[in-house]
């Protein structure tokens, strides 16, 4: 029985009242939050105890998409000004170069960059294996760095000379797919609450698996309880690519091969109609909204306020760390308020008189990222800040240069420039300390992280 008592911060809880306690605290016991509320109200000790005092805190990030091994190529020249398509040949080839040590390293170095930004659950999309490479690689490396993780096995089975995207290289046999699948989930899925592992099943996109896969691993999904998650309307040419090659419009594609229900989530639904999202509603799959890389990849803005206008859960998703480039989850909550205004801005908001047309808020916005990442993923054990929720949460030192001035602690990290966390706690244990990973010896992956980069660029 181990517990931790903080006291004396601004707490931000998420709960269903929108509850704000200026001087609170939290008691946490063995990983989970006991007592919430005013410092004065709780008790006077713990095993540890921490004065978080001119610090907000707040309950921890959700990612609810991401593909870490793409940290090792970020920036890379001839992908830099692409389009999704032209982006994902250029990079295909150098990824099929990966080893598991690469994945271990880059999975590493991705779950630091959220822990620093105030996630502590992280979905990952891991959909190529080459050279013996396993999603147990990055299972481990969340293991050593303390956060929870929604591993995706994702999958590519059709390749180029049938029609797909991907050179063949990097696609696999979906009897192996299919197998693999099953081994990963006996193997780690967890359903309890408090749960470190849970296993998702991730058919890549329309264009890189075949129909076949994607209506057998709904069904091996659904045997097991876990859930799906695929890319979904991301860009107008593959709403192209649906049309030709299947005779639907991505959505309509979905439903076409059973892939709708409250256990799926689509990254990105950019391109989708009005008719759309009352499926999405009426079927509660969820939306990971990923406005960074979608900026990046010029791909469009997706429709957030029509999603929760008709009840979908949308979480947020720094998407590949080739796409973004970085992994800073509250750079996401961030420019998903602005990017919001910015569509806003594009459809007459300066010339409405309408009263009811509202600009979303920065609480929106950390609203997006915490609770509805949770729900997006199917978890009520985290996500708010509640008694019998767990103990995850980050702190921000509100007395530093670029706060000065502001009149919101809640806005002042959402409307600011985004900073790192000072303290991010997982379960109850702390993965951020003053500003400092805890878990992992930062210098040594940084170091060792740009040896493989730059190994998987030569020759
Ligand atoms: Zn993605």
Known sequence: MTTLLITHAYILTMDDHQREIPDGGLFVRDGFVEQ?????????????????????????????????????????????????????????????????????????????????????????????????????????????????????????????????????????????????????????????????????????????????????????????????????????????????????????????????????WFAHAVWVNQEEIGVFAKHHCGVAHCPTSNMRLASGIAPVKEYRAAGVNVGLGVDGSASNDGSHLLAEVRNAMLVSRVKEGLTGYSLSNDPNRKLMTAREALHLGTRGGAAVLGRTDIGSLEAGKCADFFAINLNRIGFTGMHDPVAAVVFGQSVNADYTVVGGRFVVREGQLCTVDQGRLIEKHNKAAKRLLAD
């Open 36 to 264: 919430i509320g005013p410092t004065s109200e709780l008790p006077a000790t713990a095993d540890e105890v921490l004065d978080l005092t001119g610090h907000l805190v707040l309950p921890g990030l959700v990612n609810t998409h991401h593909h870490f091994y793409q940290t090792l190529t970020r920036a890379i020249p001839a992908a830099q000004d692409a389009n999704l398509f032209n982006w994902l040949t250029t990079l295909y080839p150098i990824w099929a170069r990966l080893n598991p040590e690469d994945i271990f390293t880059s999975a590493q170095t991705a779950l630091a960059e959220l822990a620093l930004s105030g996630c502590t659950t992280a979905s990952d999309h891991l959909y190529l294996f080459p050279n013996g490479s396993k999603l147990d690689d990055e299972i481990a490396a969340a293991q050593e760095i303390g956060l929870r993780i929604q591993a995706s096995r994702g999958s590519m089975s059709l390749g180029q000379s049938q029609g797909g995207l991907p050179p063949d290289s990097v696609v696999d046999s979906e009897e192996s797919i299919l197998k693999d699948s099953q081994r990963l989930i006996q193997q780690y899925h967890d359903p309890k609450p408090g749960a470190f592992v849970q296993i998702v099943l991730a058919p890549c996109s329309p264009f890189s698996v075949t129909s076949d896969l994607m209506k057998q691993s709904a069904v091996l999904a659904r045997e097991y309880g876990v859930h799906l998650h695929t890319h979904l309307a991301e860009t107008e040419d593959e709403e192209q690519f649906c049309l030709q090659r299947f005779g639907h419009r991505p959505v309509g594609y979905m439903q076409e091969v059973d892939w709708v229900g409250g256990d799926v």
